[in-house]
Structures are given as structure tokens and as C-alpha cells.
């Protein structure tokens, strides 16, 4: 079966920290990856996902991740934090088109100015 | 363009009434998802719509459970009756028919649902 996990349950770093939650799947075959975010109060957010192509993919505000498929990780970086990063952060994966996600525990980022 | 919608935002109820929640999806999106995640743990599947059809109910906990989509627009979930255990966020998601192997979910803000 697949499964999804974040080592980091709880991260606090402090303003202009680097970031990097780690992300590992349990599949052989063919995923598509994302990971997704949930500021405060707001709903699950897209921040960027993975199908094919450059394993380095951009997302907003500034997040990137890296799909390393031998490792099977699709680790997630920014090179310094904001305050306004505070949130909840989800990897998901799917194997199959239009099909269900499989996530994470999640992993909640806690930044202080 | 809307996003996915849910009702109620919130539902307190008492073990053993029932709850009926409400998913809008994104306005021409076949694909709806319900998920649902229970307090420190990952957010689960629980079924797939395509249209008004069930294409994977695999994730549904037990028969106490009855999603439809009538018409193939908005979903609602019921859960009858309710126990302690089905406390939780229950989040709707709903995607687009990809045109190759790339869906893209878009989730509502979720319902959270505390039985007492």
C-alpha cells in the first residue's frame, strides 16, 4: 500500500532560517507529488506539486522541492522563512490519474520574528 | 472563479444524531473527493465522484456513512448515526478531468465536526 511520511511533526525556526521538511513515499511505480499548505484559518493551499519533467520544482512565495526518485523523497526547501510561513505543511502523493492523495502526518512550521 | 465550497464550517452534534455535510465544488470540476482527518493523524480518502457516479468508495469507514451527488454537482455527506470516533475535519476536494496524468486537487476549507 502507499504511504506518506513527514519525519518532522513540529518545526520552529526563527526569521530568515532555512527551511527543509523531509518527505518520503512507499510506491514502485509512478507518482505525482505535491505538497500543499494550510495557513491559520485558511484552507488546504496548493504550494507546488511534481508530474514529470525537472525533478527541482518551483512553487509560490518562494518554495521549491526536489523529487529524488532512488530515494524515493520529494523534500521540501526555502532558503530563508517568514514570519507568514507559519502554517501546517502536507506532502501528498498519488499514483494513478485522478485518483486519491495520500498524505503525510504533516508537519507544523512555528516562525518567530 | 469560486473555489470549493463547504457547509456548515463547524457542527457540534450529540453521539448518535445524525450530520449532513455539504461539499460545492469548483463550477465544471467531475472529479470530487472527500477526505477527512481525525485529530494528529494524516488526512484520509474517503471516495472519489466522477459526475454522479462512485468511482472509489474504498476509504469509507463503515456503512454509518452515505455520500451522494445528485446530478453531478454538489455532494453531500451524511453520517448516521454519529459516534465519538467521527470527530474530525472533513475536507471536500475536487479536480478537473485531466488531459494526461496531471490532476490537480483543490480543497474547500472543511467542516469540523466534533460528536459529544
Known amino acids: 500500500a502507499q504511504s506518506v511520511s513527514q519525519h518532522n511533526h513540529h518545526v520552529i525556526l526563527s526569521e530568515a532560517a532555512s527551511l527543509e521538511l523531509g518527505c518520503n513515499y512507499s510506491?514502485?511505480?509512478?507518482?505525482?507529488l505535491f505538497w500543499y499548505v494550510q495557513y491559520p484559518g485558511q484552507h488546504l493551499q496548493l504550494l507546488l506539486k511534481y508530474f514529470s519533467g525537472d525533478p527541482l520544482v518551483k512553487g509560490i512565495k518562494g518554495f521549491e522541492a526536489e523529487f529524488i526518485k532512488s530515494k524515493f523523497s520529494f523534500n521540501l526547501r526555502k532558503p530563508s522563512v517568514q514570519w507568514s510561513d507559519t502554517a501546517e505543511y502536507f506532502c501528498a502523493v498519488n499514483a494513478l490519474r485522478a485518483d486519491k492523495l495520500i498524505f503525510g502526518t504533516g508537519t507544523r512550521l512555528q516562525v518567530f520574528p | 472563479e469560486a473555489g470549493v465550497t463547504q457547509f456548515p464550517s463547524h457542527s457540534v452534534i450529540e453521539k448518535g444524531q445524525t450530520v449532513t455535510l455539504r461539499c460545492d465544488p469548483i463550477?465544471?470540476?467531475?472529479?470530487l473527493y472527500w477526505y477527512r482527518r481525525v485529530m494528529g493523524k494524516e488526512i484520509k480518502f474517503l471516495l472519489h465522484f466522477v459526475k454522479e457516479s462512485k468511482q472509489d468508495e474504498s476509504g469509507m469507514p463503515n456503512n454509518r456513512f452515505l455520500a451522494e451527488r445528485t446530478g453531478g454537482t454538489y455532494s453531500t455527506l451524511k453520517v448516521q448515526p454519529a459516534e465519538l470516533e467521527d470527530s474530525g475535519v472533513y475536507f471536500c476536494?475536487?479536480?478537473?478531468?485531466?488531459?494526461?496524468?496531471?490532476?490537480?486537487?483543490?480543497f474547500g476549507p472543511g467542516t469540523r465536526l466534533l460528536v459529544l
Open positions: 463550477s465544471g470540476h467531475d472529479n
Open positions: 476536494a475536487s479536480s478537473q478531468p485531466p488531459t494526461s496524468n496531471q490532476e490537480t486537487q483543490y
Open positions: 510506491y514502485g511505480g509512478t507518482v505525482n
